[in-house]
């Protein structure tokens, strides 16, 4: 038998390398996350919407600070508009599909409306387009 013994030691890192870099944004690694539409109640601007470009529609009721997904069982999860009837904020409408596509596409499935503040939607048509567009 053959036995090979390799004795790694660690390198040596010094700052002086990277004292003049600057750090500079790349922006996101991922496909997703990308925010397509924004709504907010603006007699209560507490309540907001946030729709996303492949992770569906987002509503808060803390200013943007707790978010809960609330177009999770519908067919498809990319948001391309979101619009609040201000006279009934419990009144949404959401057309599905991205206006802005990046190397990745999403498609939507229509216009959906909820009645009851996201809780419960129903498609309103115009599922056989591919993307909604502003």
Not at 5 to 20: G, R
Not at 46 to 55: E, H, I, K, L, N
Request: hydrophobic share 35%; with cysteine; net charge neutral.
């Amino acid at each position: 038998m053959l036995f090979c013994i390799t004795l790694l030691s660690a390198q040596e890192f010094s700052m002086d390398l990277v004292k003049n870099m600057k750090p500079r944004n790349i922006g996101p690694g991922g496909m997703s996350g990308r925010v397509t539409a924004i709504d907010v109640v603006t007699s209560n601007p507490d309540v907001m919407y946030v729709g996303t470009a492949s992770g569906g529609l987002w509503k808060s009721t803390s200013g943007g600070i707790k978010w809960d997904p609330i177009f999770d069982k519908e067919v498809t999860a990319s948001i391309g508009a979101v619009a609040i009837q201000q006279s009934n904020p419990s009144v949404i409408w959401v057309g599905t599909g991205e206006g802005n596509p990046r190397n990745s596409l999403n498609g939507g499935y229509g216009i959906y409306k909820s009645l009851d503040g996201g809780k419960s939607w129903k498609s309103m048509g115009l599922e056989k387009h591919a993307i909604f567009i502003e």
